[in-house]
């Protein structure tokens, strides 16, 4: 086993000097649509909307024809428009709708702004390309200097949804984690945690007490899921055993692979269950694809997957493009990978192999490094305030809230934040969740001090329309219980971090029964 451990971080090393030689993002982004195009060509889908033209200008074109073309014939597909006129058919068994053959398998998500469940199509190609990015970045790994050989012999705990899938009318559906792990290559299933029988538990509760009882006879080197679940699975773990921190459990835990949520305002508390450092991989993995991951040590962002089934398209996510309410507009500015700028916003368009098409996922990002097509994620269209031009993304509420947690030396672990109305003008309403004692004026306090800091359009507002922030501090659980109470705990579900229209009421509604 340490003769493989080594094999495997010599080949990694090699791997990583490869793919470095030949990284270009438009060359690679030319190619994927080419394979995408003529895949989907005699679709139901690539009839309608002129495919075989598109080929050819793909294949024979200058650099720019064939964009031109896709953004000509083939319009912007949010989730209601993909799946009423084309999923909705390959829900129902039909085949060669948006993609070849028949689907059967969908992931179900509602995201976090909407309750509606939504159906995402997860072809055959999608579970490959899923795995084979899933391949690449534990070959990253080669990159980080202090990560022993042995690591790779260690176990991986995966914390995701139930691979027991519902089998409805000819096809499964569940978690896109739960189906993910459900197809695990066989290599792979004697390193993987918590191994199929627990995997398949439908109840996260018992999920997480089978693991818990499990926990001290596995070696655990990697653990990978949503950060609030993983610290939770953790809590359980050392308060089971009564020890200090998750390293008197599995002292050879040396990785944790997070994404659906920013990290940071998880970190403090996180760290506090550990007996020494460990690294840190952020991946952006959604429903309809693996999009991005961190390739190299103390990266800023994660590297697009370029060359892997998905092709990307950049809508400048300003107010010209997108509604106060982040709706799209009718003719919105669409880039592609070579024609973005750093530092600049914009919300994400994907043409993926499983048959969606120019479809607007819902999250905003920021280019960090152009040349290595870096990015960080920033929020999701809908997932702004701007009741009056302040302009407060996501990603200024982690960095504030981090901010504020290692000032007031306090963990916080769930927040969100809705806009209200303040006589004839505007208010932010917070709600944070942390188990330790705080003086809520002081963390208002500091909280509307950082948040003016970080965004010049907030420190403009709350001197005129933006008249007043209050804050609510929560018990943590207080979160997971409303989670709960909607059927979304656990897997790749989270909080949803910005409150609006109905969501205010429910939320609020549950809080005055508590």
Same mark, same amino acid.
């Given at each position: 086993?340490?003769?493989?451990?080594?094999?495997?971080?010599?080949?990694?090393?090699?791997?990583?000097?490869?793919?470095?030689?030949?990284?270009?993002?438009?060359?690679?982004?030319?190619?994927?649509?080419?394979?995408?195009?003529?895949?989907?060509?005699?679709?139901?889908?690539?009839?309608?909307?002129?495919?075989?033209?598109? #080929?050819?200008?793909?294949? &024979?074109?200058?650099?720019?024809?064939?964009?031109?073309?896709?953004?000509?014939?083939?319009?912007?597909?949010?989730?209601?428009?993909?799946?009423?006129?084309?999923?909705?058919?390959?829900?129902?068994?039909?085949?060669? +709708?948006?993609?070849?053959?028949?689907?059967?398998?969908?992931?179900?998500?509602?995201?976090?702004?909407?309750?509606?469940?939504?159906?995402?199509?997860?072809?055959?190609?999608?579970?490959?390309?899923?795995?084979?990015?899933?391949?690449?970045?534990?070959?990253?790994?080669?990159?980080?200097?202090?990560?022993?050989?042995?690591?790779?012999?260690?176990?991986?705990?995966?914390?995701?949804?139930?691979?027991?899938?519902?089998?409805?009318?000819?096809?499964?559906?569940?978690?896109?984690?739960?189906?993910?792990?459900?197809?695990?290559?066989?290599?792979?299933?004697?390193?993987?945690?918590?191994?199929?029988?627990?995997?398949?538990?439908?109840?996260?509760?018992?999920? *997480?007490?089978?693991?818990?009882?499990?926990?001290?006879?596995?070696?655990?080197?990697? +653990?990978?899921?949503?950060?609030?679940?993983?610290?939770? /699975?953790?809590?359980?773990?050392?308060?089971?055993?009564? +020890?200090?921190?998750?390293?008197?459990?599995?002292?050879?835990?040396?990785?944790?692979?997070?994404?659906?949520?920013?990290?940071?305002?998880?970190?403090?508390?996180?760290?506090? #269950?550990?007996?020494?450092?460990?690294?840190?991989?952020?991946?952006? /993995?959604?429903?309809?694809?693996?999009?991005?991951?961190?390739?190299?040590?103390?990266?800023?962002?994660?590297?697009?997957?370029?060359?892997?089934?998905?092709?990307?398209? &950049?809508?400048?996510?300003?107010?010209?493009? &997108?509604?106060?309410?982040?709706?799209?507009?009718?003719?919105?500015?669409?880039?592609?990978?070579?024609?973005?700028?750093?530092?600049?916003?914009?919300?994400?368009?994907?043409?993926?192999?499983?048959?969606?098409?120019?479809?607007?996922?819902?999250?905003?990002?920021?280019?960090?490094?152009?040349?290595?097509?870096?990015?960080?994620?920033?929020?999701?269209?809908?997932?702004?305030?701007? *009741?009056?031009?302040?302009?407060?993304?996501?990603?200024?509420?982690?960095?504030?809230?981090?901010?504020?947690?290692?000032?007031?030396?306090?963990?916080?672990?769930?927040?969100?934040?809705?806009?209200?109305?303040?006589?004839?003008?505007?208010?932010?309403?917070?709600?944070?969740?942390?188990?330790?004692? +705080?003086?809520?004026?002081? #963390?208002?306090?500091?909280?509307?001090?950082?948040?003016?800091?970080?965004?010049?359009?907030?420190?403009?507002?709350?001197?005129?329309?933006?008249?007043?922030?209050?804050?609510?501090? /929560?018990?943590?659980?207080?979160?997971?219980?409303?989670?709960?109470?909607?059927?979304?705990?656990?897997?790749?579900?989270?909080?949803?971090?910005?409150?609006?229209?109905?969501?205010?009421?429910?939320?609020?509604?549950?809080?005055?029964?508590?």
């Amino acid at each position: 086993m340490a003769l493989l451990g080594s094999m495997l971080k010599n080949g990694i090393r090699l791997t990583n000097v490869v793919r470095l030689r030949t990284f270009s993002p438009v060359r690679l982004q030319r190619k994927v649509f080419r394979k995408l195009i003529r895949k989907a060509q005699f679709t139901k889908f690539g009839e309608a909307y002129q495919f075989d033209s598109l #080929l050819r200008a793909a294949e &024979f074109g200058n650099d720019r024809e064939f964009y031109q073309k896709y953004k000509q014939y083939v319009p912007i597909h949010d989730y209601n428009k993909m799946f009423d006129g084309w999923w909705k058919q390959t829900l129902a068994g039909e085949k060669n +709708v948006a993609w070849p053959g028949r689907v059967k398998y969908f992931a179900l998500s509602s995201g976090t702004s909407e309750a509606a469940t939504k159906y995402i199509p997860v072809t055959k190609a999608m579970s490959k390309a899923i795995q084979r990015t899933s391949i690449r970045q534990i070959l990253t790994l080669g990159k980080y200097q202090n990560l022993p050989s042995t690591l790779y012999e260690k176990g991986c705990l995966m914390l995701g949804g139930s691979t027991d899938l519902s089998v409805r009318e000819g096809h499964y559906e569940g978690d896109l984690s739960g189906i993910t792990a459900s197809k695990i290559p066989l290599w792979f299933e004697r390193f993987y945690k918590p191994g199929r029988d627990i995997a398949q538990e439908r109840d996260w509760a018992l999920k *997480l007490d089978e693991i818990t009882e499990q926990a001290a006879s596995w070696d655990i080197g990697y +653990v990978v899921g949503v950060p609030a679940w993983i610290q939770l /699975l953790m809590e359980k773990i050392i308060a089971r055993y009564k +020890v200090k921190t998750i390293h008197d459990i599995w002292p050879n835990l040396m990785v944790f692979c997070h994404g659906g949520v920013s990290f940071e305002p998880y970190r403090q508390g996180f760290e506090k #269950l550990l007996a020494h450092p460990i690294t840190y991989i952020e991946t952006y /993995l959604a429903s309809e694809g693996f999009i991005a991951y961190q390739t190299h040590p103390n990266a800023e962002g994660m590297q697009l997957v370029l060359n892997n089934g998905l092709f990307f398209e &950049f809508i400048p996510f300003n107010e010209q493009n &997108f509604s106060s309410d982040g709706e799209i507009t009718d003719t919105p500015e669409t880039l592609m990978i070579d024609e973005v700028e750093e530092g600049k916003e914009y919300a994400l368009l994907i043409s993926t192999c499983s048959g969606a098409w120019r479809y607007l996922i819902g999250d905003t990002i920021r280019f960090v490094d152009k040349k290595q097509a870096e990015i960080v994620i920033t929020g999701r269209t809908k997932h702004f305030l701007s *009741l009056c031009g302040e302009h407060l993304s996501v990603d200024n509420m982690n960095k504030a809230i981090e901010m504020v947690s290692e000032e007031l030396g306090i963990s916080i672990r769930e927040f969100t934040v809705a806009g209200v109305t303040h006589d004839t003008l505007f208010a932010h309403q917070w709600y944070i969740g942390t188990n330790d004692a +705080v003086d809520t004026n002081a #963390l208002r306090d500091r909280l509307d001090a950082r948040l003016k800091e970080l965004n010049d359009d907030y420190a403009v507002e709350r001197r005129h329309a933006l008249k007043d922030i209050s804050v609510t501090v /929560l018990p943590t659980q207080t979160f997971y219980d409303w989670m709960a109470s909607r059927g979304k705990m656990g897997g790749q579900n989270k909080f949803p971090r910005v409150l609006k229209k109905g969501m205010i009421g429910e939320w609020e509604a549950f809080l005055s029964k508590k």
